[in-house]
């Protein structure tokens, strides 16, 4: 049977190489946005929520192409779908006119409990059938294009039967969705459970890669941590490299969520995965866009509570 | 093989239970386990990985702790080293059960106001925390500040056909501590002062419309009295005109119609109220 979801993606945006609209860096964002093509948002730090937040994002969606890469859809939970998450996630991508969504391949609450975290799944027949029904559910009911992304995680879960590749071929196969690479999750989890990154990347349906995450990482203890709080370290823009010789994408993003550098920093990586990215010439036209600096950007006022990351710890 | 389910449960509930988690890292599933670990699926609790549960369970505890400290820090000053103690029960009571994470943490203060301990030795922590709650929930607050008409209202004519529009945020709180005193406190005070004597106070808290910056203002009785009417029917300024006669019978009406005018002008100027409309309509202008 012909993949609807490739058909989809052929006809999907080429967007650029872009960073996540975080409150602490909107100022400087807004300030460059020349040197930004797109931005991903977190969609539960929108949802059904005003202010400053709103306000930021609007403004945002006068300026660029926005995405949104959510946390808690939870698609790997034996929880029922939350009907209103959907509902409230839905609203936000039709007002924001959002070309894809994503999530993460994932658990994140169970007995109605919200962990606030990307929890691993045992790779096993019965995870995949689970999550495949569900995957279908919320892309019939968003009704636009649903990516799902690699988490890095720290613990095998009792119950696996599959390799992790061949888990996530499955899963994107029988959904029949796209997949957002985490570059550096793969790195991660290469260094923590000792696999070969180029090997892995290798058995994964790269044909329906449609972005990429790349991010920084720390070693803390025996494990090395997805901290997003580090520069990008060679072997994940290698990573990335190798991917995009093997095929098309039609985003790359920057995952920067704590520790931060002075946004100097953050455009040097930037613009080295945009070089990387320059063997597409899709990539090459977006390069040097004449986007002005906004002058109307919105300064963050929160200064109570957190925005919820897309960390898996 | 145990089910998905089976897995996401015992799992689940080593990485967010610590009384669970340390039973299992204990070394033997032979010792009792404690009641929250009892209906866990023993071929899973066989199987876990137990460094990596604990890095976890540190992990997501971790993260609890930190965003329950970060909308309420002044419980936190008052609370000291009973913080984490504190935390950690809350979590227990009132489990993580929403997808926005600030949410999470809406319970707190009715928590606070159940435990027996803390409000025997900090009488005001539970208004302290609800204070802090309404700062956190009137940034994210969804609606949409309308703002009407701003009439001069200097005629006898718009004050009986004109009233207030009250800020869509707004909530008025009577607390019995006086709250902004105290809040001022935390903020400055090197060395924390932990006694307060009652002083009932209210206090209004809103989202200004322009800058989007948490407003706390404290207002008098009959301020506040005259807000609460407007906030609850559309009342026109001749309404609360007749309230503020009603609350203050022995004061010449002519000087009250003034001061309630001048005290109009502030609010609208403060953004309690956000412009006027005609009694009985709504004619947001934004």
């Known amino acids: 049977m012909a993949s609807s979801f490739l058909k989809a993606k052929s006809q999907l945006p080429t967007l650029g190489v872009g960073l996540g609209l975080r409150r602490e860096l909107a100022t400087e964002t807004f300030a460059h946005s020349s040197s930004i093509d797109w931005l991903e948002i977190v969609p539960e730090n929108y949802m059904e929520i005003g202010g400053a937040a709103r306000e930021r994002l609007d403004a945002a969606t006068q300026q660029w192409p926005i995405i949104s890469h959510g946390i808690n859809l939870s698609i790997g939970s034996t929880d029922e779908l939350n009907t209103d998450y959907l509902k409230a996630l839905k609203v936000l991508i039709e007002q924001v006119n959002i070309p894809w969504f994503s999530d993460h391949l994932c658990f994140t609450s169970f007995d109605g409990i919200y962990l606030q975290d990307l929890l691993p799944l045992p790779f096993s027949k019965e995870a995949v059938k689970h999550i495949v029904e569900r995957i279908k559910r919320v892309q019939d009911f968003v009704g636009r294009p649903f990516l799902i992304e690699n988490i890095s995680f720290y613990m095998h879960m009792p119950g696996c039967e599959l390799p992790e590749t061949e888990f996530m071929t499955q899963i994107l196969e029988e959904a029949d969705c796209g997949l957002l690479l985490d570059v550096n999750n793969v790195y991660v989890n290469s260094l923590n459970h000792g696999f070969d990154p180029v090997q892995f990347v290798n058995q994964l349906p790269l044909e329906r890669v449609v972005q990429i995450h790349v991010a920084g990482h720390k070693k803390i203890g025996d494990y090395v941590i997805d901290t997003h709080g580090a520069a990008v370290v060679d072997p994940v823009f290698d990573l990335l490299a190798h991917v995009l010789s093997k095929t098309k994408v039609n985003g790359i993003m920057l995952e920067r969520d704590q520790n931060f550098p002075d946004f100097a920093e953050i455009i040097a990586e930037l613009d080295r995965i945009r070089e990387i990215a320059s063997v597409d010439p899709a990539f090459q036209q977006l390069s040097g866009k004449d986007r002005k600096p906004s002058l109307e950007f919105v300064e963050s006022t929160e200064s109570r509570g957190r925005e919820l990351r897309a960390l898996s710890a | 093989m145990p089910s998905l389910r089976d897995i996401e449960k015992t799992v689940g509930t080593i990485w967010i239970d610590r009384t669970a988690r340390q039973w299992l890292l204990s070394g033997s599933l032979k010792k009792k386990a404690p009641k929250i670990a009892e209906g866990l699926n023993p071929e899973v609790l066989k199987e876990i990985d137990r460094k990596g549960a604990d890095l976890y369970g540190r992990l997501i505890n971790f993260g609890h702790y930190d965003l329950l400290c970060s909308i309420y820090p002044y419980c936190q000053k008052v609370l000291g080293k009973d913080w984490d103690y504190i935390a950690e029960k809350y979590f227990k009571a009132y489990p993580s059960d929403h997808y926005n994470l600030n949410k999470i943490c809406r319970h707190f203060p009715v928590f606070i106001s159940e435990c027996s301990d803390e409000m025997e030795k900090y009488p005001y922590l539970a208004e302290l925390a609800d204070y802090e709650w309404l700062e956190l929930e009137k940034v994210e607050d969804g609606s949409k500040i309308e703002r009407a008409e701003s009439v001069a209202i200097d005629s006898l004519e718009k004050i009986s056909i004109y009233s207030p529009v009250v800020n869509q945020t707004l909530t008025l709180r009577r607390y019995e501590y006086p709250i902004l005193e105290m809040t001022s406190h935390f903020e400055e ?84 109220f956000v412009g006027s409309s005609k009694k009985g309509e709504t004619n947001a202008i934004e």
């Open chain 2, 189 to 272: 005070a090197k060395r924390i002062r932990k006694k307060f004597a009652k002083d009932s106070c209210n206090v209004v808290i809103y989202r200004d419309p322009s800058t989007h910056r948490v407003r706390f203002i404290e207002l008098g009785k009959v301020a506040a009295a005259v807000v609460e009417k407007a906030q609850k029917d559309q009342s026109s300024y001749q309404d609360l005109l007749r309230l503020a006669i009603e609350l203050n019978p022995n004061k010449n009406p002519q000087d009250l119609v003034v001061q309630l005018l001048e005290l109009i002008e502030e609010l609208q100027t403060d953004t309690v």
